[in-house]
């Protein structure tokens, strides 16, 4: 299973997402951002390669699905519902990030 983890800027939570689920058996991950700043753009071909996308926000949904509505046909995308309010690592971001992708995980 290929997961792509999106925020906005692909600072914080998305990388923080990328580098816990990283060893993960069965999956593969990769991370993007939303804004033309982003760290990594989310581009067609990491929608492509994406089995799943898990967004932080609803805002990263919208913004996907305007970006790439014909990629985004078929894939399912799942809003986690964590805010822009946790620095890389943050131990309450990994306990979130762990809650809420878990029930998605093989």
């Known amino acids: 299973m290929n ?3 999106v925020c906005s800027r692909n600072q914080w939570r ?3 997402a990328e580098t816990l689920f ?3 058996p069965g999956i593969q991950v990769r991370s993007g951002g939303t804004s ?3 760290r990594h753009t989310v581009s067609a071909q990491d929608i492509a390669w994406a089995d799943i996308i898990m967004v932080m926000e609803n805002k ?3 913004r996907l699905q305007a970006a790439f509505p014909a ?3 078929h894939k399912k995308i799942v809003v986690l519902d964590i805010a822009d309010d946790y620095r890389y690592m943050d131990a309450e971001l990994v306990v979130l990030l762990q809650q809420s ?3 998605y995980l093989p």
């Open 22 to 24: 990283r060893r993960q």
């Open 14 to 16: 998305s990388p923080t």
């Open 101 to 103: 992708v878990a029930p």
């Open 3 to 5: 997961i792509l983890f």
């Open 71 to 73: 990629a985004l046909t």
């Open 60 to 62: 990263h949904k919208s």
């Open 36 to 38: 033309p700043r982003a």
